[in-house]
């Protein structure tokens, strides 16, 4: 098997974990975690340096999951990848566990950070990029924004701190899956042309399908090699991506899958 | 009164997070383009590495602290009090308290005592955001021994610290070897007919005018209330017990501040009337300091005519 058929066999695993956990919450957001399941799979499974034995091992790479609410996907990730168990992803948003339902660093192993209010990623991103830069440290720090998260001013502000400190260091991902709460995009608050934006703002683009694993990879790989400026990879999503009923529905933003809905996806997941 | 030596404690904390990062490799130091009259500039140029001017971008500022604190650094983040608990409020909850990061927020400008400026920069609200955070401790050190003192204090302890300043130059009351505790308030006169409670610039009021009350044959007891979280509640009950009328003073709107939290421990522990002195629920207004705090009744003068109208010898 390719390392790209591994990987696109991972996010299938990794897509069951997300449903699992909303749906035994009976709430959570399955939209936007199913949207961006291959590039957290990607980094967790092929580019970040981590330990899941020493998950505060200072000279990892950091992933600040800025729109928080996707906690199933980056907890679906964390288990699998051995930071804790996945039966646990079970008790997600339950009152004795420890899986909140916006990622809490003090309370889930691997968790970076602690998000959930929406625009204050990017801005911690860049002060761990900085830290890593004013003590000489190799880990890399990547920043992963909604695309309705962008609408947020402070996001702004932050890409100026990122540009001004040359953040070379940094990696932000936009998960473009074109629809937030309210809507698509352009409806609500339109913040295209995206790549445009942080393109003015000092960072270098690169345009991919956010499902395709090998441009996932690939992307990763470039941004690596970018000196002297911040990267941001625009990755063009589909919000519910992998369960037919879901892909491109805004109504699957934020809620769970009844026990017919989730026999149906847990089906088309293993049949893929 | 000549002899006395004045200091803001903005001036204060510039000093100190200066001797501190000469100590201490791990202080990082943030500002908002307010370096100058927040004196981090004094840090600056001695440590420009790690010195970091985030511009007109508060919010920015405190996440980026934030971040900046998982590197097991210590970062002070230092703008007027207005912008700082205004206008980062949710950065403040959300990336610092809930996750109880070590950010140590220093707002100089506090208060009406601001002046000139207005309303828009006089921060009467900060003390009530900043002491309903779990997590939090809240300071408001009132001369420069004791702004020395908190300013180096806070980088050994772990965790959300608000520390609240003042523009205003006041006396230095305190000698150099003045020993002072986190959630310990400090006894700056022996009385057993009145308490006040005083923090930040109100202090110097409180000693102004329990020094005039005591020619009138009233003994003060001057209480300095440093830390306004976690509050000191056993010497509220003592003052409480000892004395026979309780007076807060306060350079911050009358809800939610100082005499708020002392109340809460009156009427928790101990039931009695506090007097509490302080912005009353209106905004402030361009002037000088000394008018303002005249006009708004947080002087001395206002201390003696309430006290004296409410005492019963």
């Not at chain 1, 913040?191 to 956010?210: L, T």
């Not at chain 1, 879901?246 to 149906?264: L, S």
């Not at chain 2, 500002?31 to 590495?49: C, H, Q, S, V, Y």
Request: overall charge neutral; glycine content about 8%; some cysteine.
């Amino acid at each position: 098997m390719s390392k790209v058929e591994e990987l696109e066999k991972k996010a299938k695993t990794i897509r069951k974990g997300i449903i699992e956990a909303v749906y035994e919450a009976k709430s959570g957001h399955p939209g936007g975690s199913l949207s961006i399941a291959d590039i957290l799979t990607v980094l967790y499974f092929n580019e970040l340096k981590i330990d899941e034995n020493n998950p505060d091992w200072e000279e990892r790479d950091r992933v600040i999951l800025s729109k928080g609410h996707c906690s199933p996907a980056l907890y679906s990730v964390l288990a699998n990848r051995g930071f804790f168990k996945v039966e646990d992803l079970k008790t997600f948003r339950k009152i004795d566990s420890y899986l909140q339902g916006h990622p809490d660093k003090n309370k889930v192993p691997g968790v970076d950070m602690t998000t959930g209010s929406l625009g204050q990623g990017l801005s911690i991103a860049n002060g761990i990029a900085l830290m890593g830069k004013l003590q000489n440290k190799n880990y890399r720090v990547y920043a992963i924004l909604g695309d309705g998260e962008i609408e947020e001013g402070q996001i702004w502000e932050a890409t100026m701190t990122s540009n001004k400190y040359k953040l070379d260091n940094l990696c932000v991902i936009i998960d473009n899956n074109n629809l937030q709460i309210d809507g698509s995009i352009e409806e609500v608050m339109s913040s295209y042309p995206i790549d445009e934006k942080f393109k003015s703002f000092g960072f270098q683009i690169i345009n991919i399908d956010g499902h395709n694993i090998q441009e996932i990879m690939d992307a990763f790989e470039v941004a690596k090699n970018v000196k002297n400026k911040p990267t941001c990879i625009i990755a063009k999503t589909i919000k519910g991506k992998g369960i037919s009923f879901m892909e491109n529905r805004v109504e699957w933003h934020g809620k769970a899958p009844t026990e017919e809905q989730y026999k149906i996806a847990m089906k088309e997941l293993s049949n893929i | 009164m000549e002899n006395i030596k004045k200091k803001a404690t903005r001036q204060s904390y510039g000093e100190a997070l200066l001797e501190l990062g000469r100590k201490n490799k791990d202080i990082i130091v943030l500002d908002a383009d307010l370096a100058g009259a927040t004196k981090t500039d004094l840090f600056a140029k001695e440590f420009p590495d790690r010195f970091f001017d985030m511009g007109i971008a508060e919010q920015d500022m405190i996440s980026t602290a934030s971040g900046i604190s998982t590197c097991r650094k210590i970062p002070y983040a230092s703008t007027f009090a207005v912008f700082a608990a205004g206008r980062a409020y949710d950065q403040i909850r959300n990336s610092v308290c809930y996750p109880n990061l070590n950010v140590k927020i220093v707002a100089t400008h506090a208060g009406i005592t601001v002046g000139e400026d207005g309303a828009t920069h006089q921060m009467i609200e900060d003390i009530s955001l900043m002491r309903t955070l779990p997590n939090m401790t809240v300071l408001s050190t009132s001369d420069d021994t004791q702004t020395k003192w908190a300013v180096e204090e806070i980088s050994k302890i772990q965790g959300p610290v608000y520390l609240r300043l003042a523009r205003l130059a006041t006396n230095i009351i305190y000698p150099e070897s003045q020993k002072f505790e986190i959630g310990k308030m400090v006894e700056i006169t022996k009385g057993e007919d009145v308490t006040i409670f005083a923090t930040g610039v109100t202090v110097e009021q409180a000693i102004n005018a329990s020094g005039e009350l005591k020619k009138q044959g009233i003994s003060v007891r001057v209480v300095d209330v440093h830390t306004i979280k976690p509050i000191d509640k056993e010497m509220i009950l003592k003052c409480a017990k000892e004395t026979k009328l309780l007076v807060s003073i306060e350079d911050h709107n009358i809800i939610g501040g100082l005499g708020s939290a002392i109340s809460e421990v009156l009427t928790d522990l101990y039931p009695k009337k506090l007097i509490r002195t302080g912005i009353k629920d209106t905004f402030g207004r361009s002037g000088n300091a000394k008018e303002l705090m005249n006009l708004y009744n947080i002087d001395a003068e206002y201390l003696i005519k309430t006290i004296k109208s409410n005492i019963s010898m």
